[in-house]
């Protein structure tokens, strides 16, 4: 299932999301599932209270960061 189907069942429709599925960030650059580029300029809308140093989280935004660290939730990711 493509990540905007996915989405557009769980996602509670605060607000309508850009037709577009960002795959990872270099800098200030996004880029789609597609290898479209973009400019950065919405970065976090909101932000989620996870705790602190629990070890599997940790790794888990470690392994996240490599590929894409942040991406407003605008847009459509896996």
Known sequence: MKAQERGD????????HFPVCIERGEGVWM?????????????????NSLGS?????VKAIADQAENLIHCSNLYYTD
Do not use: M, Q, S
């Open 53 to 57: 140093a629990h070890p599997r989280l």
């Open 9 to 16: 069942k769980v996602l509670i429709n605060t607000y309508g």
């Open 31 to 47: 880029y789609d599932d597609e290898g479209k580029k973009y400019l950065d300029f919405v970065a976090g809308i909101a932000v």
